[in-house]
């Protein structure tokens, strides 16, 4: 079945920076889309960043764009999300998802990671 397990949360102060890991299992990695979002405390999830399955094609929120790096290693089946210069309000939970083939939806997730940024 389809598993996507978060890492490389933790607690930095502001300024700092944190690498994400998404390690996917259970389909065929490199022919999927795959996505960061967060949730910060009493919020909605919002998307951070996506990538293709080729990895050719980047997005980000505004947000996070210019401080947020977002790779995939199809050869570790393996999503990253780089987080330089890491701000208070950056603080959530961060959920890594594969994002559908027949639609713009996404139809799986990790169980997330936390991130907290000190000030």
């Known amino acids: 079945q389809v598993q996507l397990v978060e890492s490389g949360g933790g607690l930095v102060q502001a300024g700092g920076s944190l690498r994400l890991s998404c390690a996917a299992s259970?389909?065929?990695?490199?022919?999927?889309?795959m996505g960061w979002f967060r949730q910060a405390p009493g919020k909605e999830r919002d998307f951070a960043a996506r990538i293709s399955s080729s990895g050719l094609n980047t997005y980000y929120a505004d947000s996070v764009k210019g401080r947020f790096t977002i790779s995939r290693d199809n050869a570790k089946n393996t999503v990253y999300l780089q987080m330089n210069s890491l701000k208070p309000e950056d603080t959530a939970v961060y959920y890594c998802g594969r994002r559908n083939s027949y639609n713009a939806d996404y139809g799986y997730w990790g169980q997330g990671t936390q991130v907290t940024v000190s000030s």
């Open positions: 259970g389909f065929p990695f490199s022919n999927y889309g």
